[in-house]
């Protein structure tokens, strides 16, 4: 009953595939009418209702002037009005340009139930031979903007076209300049979210917040590390992913989270070893960092049930304990680099991806391009969130994202790329922005040191 009920938005109907001229012609229909009536009064004020006549009305005074000017004054209001709702409400623009071409695309790809009638002429019992199609159903289509968000209802109705209803992303994205954030498949319906203007919804660092097992990293995008563990960062040099991988420490160490953090190029995150305690770029001592971390997530699994008020399911922030990244930079180059010891290397991480979620201890492991030779066997599903940065081959996003058809465009923005949140839709991403001359080891040592002080 709740879904019979449920608000899905304004329908979109086949005359919608002319709405904005429609639009256009009505708002200039109801300013020219009234207008028309107006300079008309005097001449109009001379007629009398009950000896009214067509020999009489001619006799008027009538003049074209009037109708120049309502014409002139309705042009020019219609160009102030048009102006006035690009400007001021754009959100209602958008709207009719979205439905518009959402309209055109069911009706030019023939969406929909037709009957074929036969085209009579003057005499009606002669066959003509013409034949005309008429729309017999239209399926039910809802728009709605809402929040930067745009909600579009698709009736399912098991028809011919059934298939193409049920993959409408690709069009909606590249026909709408959207990014697909969610599919939902409803009873006869399936909804697609997508999200306008992204770019518009990127955050700066200061707006970065880690609480309640999710890092808040756009305005619709969360790390919800509780409920989909592990994040895989990829992307080449300049694509903004040591800022991003310093964005998320300094939301990290906000909190009593614990972060063991591995270097093996001894570059920029090395540097936080002045005002954090676990830092590592010698690959001994990396692998020996490895090793602790795995031993206290194997400790803390047996302890966890030992502890009073656990119970089957509950995982360690319901016990109080404090959760533990692992947070590793160019781990692909460290697997090359210490040889025979990889396997063992990835055995360990292996059993992390695979046993850590509910003790608390997690990875974010960053490289060029994700391997399989160091990410197969399924390590590399365990990663429920991913993110591509920078510019990519089509054989790198096959590695981070599998087989899609998703299309992958370039933009020359520094920190932006595409997305999987652990919902199998891939979206374009811009990570939080960095001021110039930004002091990440000031700002994170005394992020640090307040947290844990007060912890």
């Given at each position: 009953?709740?879904?019979?009920?449920?608000?899905?938005?304004?329908?979109?109907?086949?005359?919608?595939?002319?709405?904005?001229?429609?639009?256009?012609?009505?708002?200039?229909?109801?300013?020219?009418?009234p207008?028309?009536?107006?300079?008309?009064?005097?001449?109009?004020?001379?007629?009398?209702?009950?000896?009214?006549?067509?020999?009489?009305?001619?006799?008027?005074?009538?003049?074209?002037?009037?109708?120049?000017?309502?014409?002139?004054?309705t042009?020019?209001?219609?160009?102030?009005?048009?102006?006035?709702?690009?400007?001021?409400?754009?959100?209602?623009?958008?709207?009719?340009?979205?439905?518009?071409?959402?309209?055109?695309?069911?009706?030019?790809?023939?969406?929909?139930e037709?009957?074929?009638?036969?085209?009579?002429?003057?005499?009606?019992?002669?066959?003509?031979?013409?034949?005309?199609?008429?729309?017999?159903?239209?399926?039910?289509?809802?728009?709605?903007?809402?929040?930067?968000?745009?909600?579009?209802?698709?009736?399912?109705?098991?028809?011919?076209?059934?298939?193409?209803?049920?993959?409408?992303?690709?069009?909606?994205?590249?026909?709408?300049?959207?990014?697909?954030?969610?599919?939902?498949?409803?009873?006869?319906?399936?909804?697609?979210?997508?999200?306008?203007?992204?770019?518009?919804?990127?955050?700066?660092?200061?707006?970065?917040?880690?609480?309640?097992?999710?890092?808040?990293?756009?305005?619709?995008?969360?790390?919800?590390?509780?409920?989909?563990?592990?994040?895989?960062?990829?992307?080449?040099?300049?694509?903004?992913?040591?800022?991003?991988?310093?964005?998320?420490?300094?939301?990290?160490?906000?909190?009593?989270?614990?972060?063991?953090?591995?270097?093996?190029?001894?570059?920029?995150?090395?540097?936080?070893?002045?005002?954090?305690?676990?830092?590592y770029?010698?690959?001994?001592?990396?692998?020996?960092?490895?090793?602790?971390?795995?031993?206290e997530?194997?400790?803390?699994?047996?302890?966890?049930?030992?502890?009073?008020?656990?119970?089957?399911?509950?995982?360690?922030?319901?016990?109080?304990?404090?959760?533990?990244?692992?947070?590793?930079?160019?781990?692909?180059?460290?697997?090359?680099?210490?040889?025979r010891?990889?396997?063992?290397?990835?055995?360990?991480?292996?059993?992390?991806?695979?046993?850590?979620?509910?003790?608390?201890?997690?990875?974010?492991?960053?490289?060029?391009?994700?391997?399989?030779?160091?990410?197969?066997?399924?390590?590399?599903?365990?990663?429920?969130?991913?993110?591509?940065?920078?510019?990519?081959?089509?054989?790198?996003?096959?590695m981070?994202?599998?087989?899609?058809?998703?299309?992958?465009?370039?933009?020359?923005?520094?920190?932006r790329g595409?997305?999987?949140?652990?919902?199998?839709?891939?979206?374009e991403?811009?990570?939080?922005?960095?001021?110039?001359?930004?002091?990440?080891?000031?700002?994170?040592?005394?992020?640090?040191?307040?947290?844990?002080?007060?912890s």
């Open positions: 009953m709740r879904e019979l009920f449920q608000y899905r938005g304004t329908k979109i109907r086949p005359r919608d595939q002319n709405l904005i001229l429609q639009t256009v012609l009505g708002s200039a229909l109801l300013l020219w009418f207008l028309t009536i107006l300079f008309y009064c005097p001449v109009l004020s001379h007629i009398n209702i009950k000896t009214i006549s067509w020999p009489l009305i001619r006799q008027l005074p009538w003049s074209y002037q009037g109708l120049i000017i309502s014409l002139a004054v042009l020019f209001c219609l160009i102030l009005v048009v102006l006035l709702v690009m400007y001021k409400f754009p959100d209602y623009y958008r709207k009719l340009v979205h439905r518009q071409k959402i309209a055109r695309m069911f009706m030019t790809n023939n969406w929909y037709k009957n074929t009638q036969q085209s009579g002429g003057f005499f009606k019992d002669l066959d003509t031979g013409k034949t005309k199609e008429r729309i017999a159903h239209f399926p039910r289509i809802y728009y709605r903007l809402k929040d930067g968000l745009i909600h579009v209802q698709v009736e399912i109705m098991m028809s011919s076209y059934q298939e193409q209803l049920l993959h409408l992303e690709p069009k909606l994205e590249s026909g709408l300049y959207c990014e697909m954030v969610d599919k939902i498949l409803h009873d006869s319906y399936v909804e697609y979210t997508l999200l306008y203007d992204t770019i518009a919804h990127r955050l700066s660092i200061d707006q970065v917040v880690c609480k309640d097992g999710a890092v808040k990293l756009m305005e619709n995008v969360y790390w919800e590390y509780d409920a989909l563990p592990h994040m895989l960062i990829a992307g080449g040099t300049g694509g903004g992913k040591t800022y991003f991988i310093l964005t998320l420490i300094e939301a990290l160490s906000k909190t009593n989270a614990k972060l063991t953090i591995l270097d093996p190029k001894n570059a920029d995150l090395a540097d936080l070893e002045e005002v954090l305690p676990d830092v770029y010698d690959p001994d001592d990396m692998l020996a960092a490895l090793s602790r971390f795995y031993d997530m194997r400790q803390r699994n047996t302890e966890m049930k030992k502890m009073d008020g656990y119970q089957t399911g509950q995982n360690y922030a319901a016990l109080g304990l404090p959760a533990h990244f692992l947070i590793f930079d160019e781990y692909v180059a460290f697997m090359d680099m210490i040889g010891d990889a396997m063992t290397a990835i055995n360990k991480l292996k059993q992390i991806a695979l046993l850590g979620r509910q003790s608390g201890f997690f990875l974010i492991l960053a490289c060029q391009r994700p391997d399989a030779k160091y990410l197969g066997d399924g390590i590399r599903d365990q990663f429920m969130f991913r993110v591509a940065l920078g510019r990519m081959s089509e054989i790198g996003y096959t981070m994202y599998g087989q899609t058809n998703k299309d992958f465009f370039l933009k020359p923005i520094k920190g595409y997305v999987d949140t652990g919902l199998s839709v891939i979206s991403f811009y990570t939080p922005l960095v001021p110039k001359h930004y002091d990440f080891i000031e700002t994170i040592g005394h992020a640090y040191q307040e947290s844990h002080q007060s």
